[in-house]
């Protein structure tokens, strides 16, 4: 089964990780998160409790297959800064505003998707949509497509859409 990591904790991640864990697409123990906000790790955990709790980004890089970067755009620099170069693992960026490019420069992969989620995922009724990075696989887009059509409808389109 696929293990998901959230590199951030926020509302987002919780519709995210709820959405997915109530459409039974993964289990609870398959996610793990991380973030250095108190109070997003507390609510990321009462929403989701079996949820395993990373101390850093990089044990997420580490242990898991999918990586959601559920950051704040100004705070990515900062994760950037934190992971290691790893191939084997699919980067989901839903930071507003960030282009491919820049992701693949952060996350040292081109292996990476841009999500532009809403906010009601929160009631599994979004409409997402989602472009792909230079070697994100088939594989990839299955897995990410069938997540995030658990907390609404999702849509490939070109970057050129994405803003």
Not at 82 to 104: H, M, Q
Not at 136 to 161: I, Q
Request: aromatic fraction near 6%; charged fraction near 20%.
């Amino acid at each position: 089964m696929t293990k998901i990591g959230f590199i951030g904790a926020g509302q987002m991640a919780q519709a995210l990780a709820r959405g997915f864990v109530g459409a039974e697409k993964i289990a609870e123990a398959d996610i793990s998160y991380s973030d250095p906000s108190l109070a997003a790790i507390d609510a990321f955990r009462q929403r989701i409790p079996g949820a395993q709790l990373c101390s850093a980004p990089q044990e997420l890089v580490e242990s898991t297959d999918v990586i959601f970067l559920a950051v704040k755009p100004q705070h990515l620099d900062s994760v950037f800064s934190r992971i290691e170069e790893r191939w084997d693992v699919l980067f989901v960026s839903i930071a507003a505003g960030v282009p491919l490019e820049r992701l693949y420069y952060g996350c040292k992969s081109s292996r990476v998707m841009r999500v532009m989620p809403n906010t009601p995922c929160l009631v599994n009724a979004g409409a997402i949509a989602y472009c792909l990075g230079d070697a994100t696989t088939k594989d990839d887009v299955a897995v990410v497509d069938e997540l995030l059509n658990a907390v609404g409808v999702a849509h490939e389109v070109p970057e050129s859409l994405m803003d």
